[in-house]
């Protein structure tokens, strides 16, 4: 089984960064794709990245191309989400998944954190 535990949300300002982490516990994800989804109010599941489990590979949504990236560090089962140039439109409950397939899809992921809260101010 694996827990996953995000921090480093918070409010901002239109511009600003902000680095997400996720910090994983009870397996090692190293073997695993992890990735990073958000949900806005009444809005479905949205793909932000992925990365493989060698950090050799990444996807990035289209609304976040360029302005977000995802790193991992699998020796300290943490996964990172550099988020620049934020928008009031990235505002949202971001999530950190892990799976084993690579895939834009949250069905492709079988282990999820409980969220942090993104808020982006105009």
């Known amino acids: 089984q694996v827990q996953l535990v995000e921090s480093g949300g918070g409010l901002v300002q239109a511009g600003d960064s902000l680095r997400l982490s996720c910090a994983a516990s009870?397996?090692?994800?190293?073997?695993?794709?992890m990735a990073w989804f958000r949900q806005a109010p009444e809005k479905e599941r949205e793909f932000v990245a992925a990365?493989?489990?060698?950090?050799?590979?990444?996807d990035y949504g289209d609304s976040v191309k360029g302005r977000f990236t995802i790193s991992r560090d699998n020796a300290k089962n943490t996964v990172y989400l550099q988020m620049n140039s934020l928008k009031p439109e990235d505002t949202a409950v971001y999530y950190c998944?892990?799976?084993?397939?690579?895939?834009?899809?949250?069905?492709?992921?079988?282990?999820w954190g409980q969220g942090t809260q993104v808020t982006v101010s105009s």
């Open positions: 998944a892990a799976g084993y397939r690579y895939s834009a899809l949250p069905r492709s992921y079988d282990h």
């Open positions: 009870g397996r090692t994800v190293s073997m695993y794709t």
């Open positions: 990365i493989t489990w060698s950090g050799g590979g990444t």
